[in-house]
Every structure is written in structure tokens, then in C-alpha cells.
């Protein structure tokens, strides 16, 4: 299979723990994108990468967040000192030119 | 700031019903795509068409079709001879093209269908 892969696919962690996901892209993709969509919502842009270039961060990317692509290829995108608010599922998506494939997602519940 | 408006929270049809998602967007770029994706209850998001705005022709495939319409603004997609496996959430979604390049998406919230035997 070659398409954009997330690891965990669901996450239970307790308010005030830190956690991290992993995204593996499409492997000739040079573009990577994580969003975070809440129930009954559409995805919200959080950030983007060109190779290990990170070129855009959103608002929504408090300091607690933390993002890197360290060689281009796979992504991690950490959240320290989870909140509540934080439970969401984290997309990552990857693309050349203007499309994005999206991956299955980790479902991240904060308690 | 860009906007994307999908105004159909949900839809319920019955199977082998047309259904037409509606998609109204905002933007102040001449140059744009526009995008609909499924999300099916897996959750991953699967990625349908893109249009380049300044592409008008509509398109489709199979038993779906696309309707952009620039003078209103809007990016129409109906299924024809609906099927139970179309039950699922659609989002419109528009490009904003950045200036480090590559782009951001604007999603819209999402039309519920639900196709019912």
C-alpha cells in the first residue's frame, strides 16, 4: 500500500501528558500537511512542510505543539501537556502541486 | 479570508434517489482549486476532484458529477442513482495558494448523507 500512513490510528492519554504521532507520506511527495478536525467539523489546517522545511504554521498551533520532518520523508507532530480541548483527530495529508491525499487519521481522547 | 459554506447539514434520500450537495465559497484569489472529499465512518478522508478555477467545464464520472459555477460562486456535486455504500460526510473544500508555495485547504463543515434502502 502507497498511500499516506498514520501511527496510532487512536490514542487515550490523561490531561497534562504528553504525546506524539507519526505520519509516513506518500513516498514521492515532497509536501506534507497535518490538520486537526473536531466532531462535527471539517478539518482546520495546522501546518506544512516542504521536504524538511517547515513553511507555514497556523494559530491554531499553540506552543504546546510541535511539529518536524527531519529528513523530508515522515513527520511527528507532538502535543505536550495535553488538554481536553486537544481530543480531535489529527489528519496528515501529502501532495505535489495543489492536491492532498489524506491519511486514516489518529483519533487522539484526552481525559 | 477565505470561506467555504455548505449549508446542508444532512440529507437523507433513499436509494436510487439523485441527491445534490451544495457548496458556496469565498475567496479574493483569482486563482484557486476547489475540492470535494468523502469521509466515509472509517474516517479517512478520500479524496474525490479537484477544479482549477479556471477550468468551468463540468466533469463527470460515473454517477457523479461536478457543477462550478464562478459567477455564484459555487461548486455543486450530485450523485445520480444513489447507493447505500454514499452514505457518508462530504466536505467541499478551497485552496489557498501560499506564498512559501504548496497550499492550504478551507473546509467546509460537512454534509451528512445518508442513503436508506
Known amino acids: 500500500d502507497t498511500g499516506v500512513s498514520q501511527d496510532p490510528r487512536h490514542k487515550i492519554t490523561k490531561r497534562g501528558q504528553n504525546v506524539t504521532f507519526r505520519c509516513d507520506p506518500i513516498?514521492?511527495?515532497?509536501?506534507l500537511y497535518w490538520y486537526r478536525q473536531t466532531l462535527g467539523q471539517g478539518p482546520e489546517f495546522l501546518t506544512y512542510?516542504?521536504?524538511?522545511?517547515?513553511?507555514?504554521k497556523s494559530r491554531l498551533l499553540s506552543d504546546r505543539f510541535s511539529a518536524e520532518r527531519p529528513k523530508g520523508s515522515f513527520s511527528t507532530l507532538e502535543i505536550q501537556r495535553t488538554e481536553q480541548g486537544d481530543s480531535a483527530m489529527y489528519l496528515c495529508?501529502?501532495?505535489?502541486?495543489?492536491?492532498?491525499?489524506f491519511g486514516p487519521g489518529t483519533r487522539l481522547t484526552v481525559l | 479570508a477565505q470561506k467555504v459554506t455548505q449549508a446542508q447539514t444532512e440529507i437523507s434520500v433513499v436509494e436510487k434517489e439523485d441527491v445534490t450537495l451544495d457548496c458556496v465559497y469565498e475567496?479574493?484569489?483569482?486563482?484557486?482549486?476547489l475540492f470535494w472529499y468523502k469521509q466515509p465512518p472509517s474516517g479517512e478522508l478520500v479524496f474525490l476532484i479537484r477544479?482549477?478555477?479556471?477550468?468551468?467545464q463540468n466533469e463527470i464520472s460515473g454517477r457523479y458529477s461536478w457543477n462550478f459555477q464562478k459567477s455564484t460562486s459555487s461548486f455543486n456535486f450530485t450523485i445520480t442513482a444513489s447507493q447505500v455504500v454514499d452514505s457518508a460526510v462530504y466536505f467541499c473544500?478551497?485552496?489557498?495558494?501560499?506564498?512559501?508555495?504548496?497550499?492550504?485547504?478551507?473546509f467546509g463543515e460537512g454534509t451528512q448523507l445518508t442513503v436508506n434502502p
Open positions: 495529508a501529502s501532495g505535489e502541486g495543489n492536491e492532498q491525499f
Open positions: 513516498s514521492e511527495h515532497n509536501r
Open positions: 512542510f516542504q521536504n524538511e522545511a517547515q513553511l507555514e
Open positions: 475567496t479574493r484569489d483569482t486563482t484557486y482549486y
Open positions: 477544479r482549477n478555477s479556471f477550468d468551468e
Open positions: 473544500a478551497l485552496s489557498e495558494l501560499l506564498e512559501t508555495s504548496g497550499s492550504r485547504l478551507t
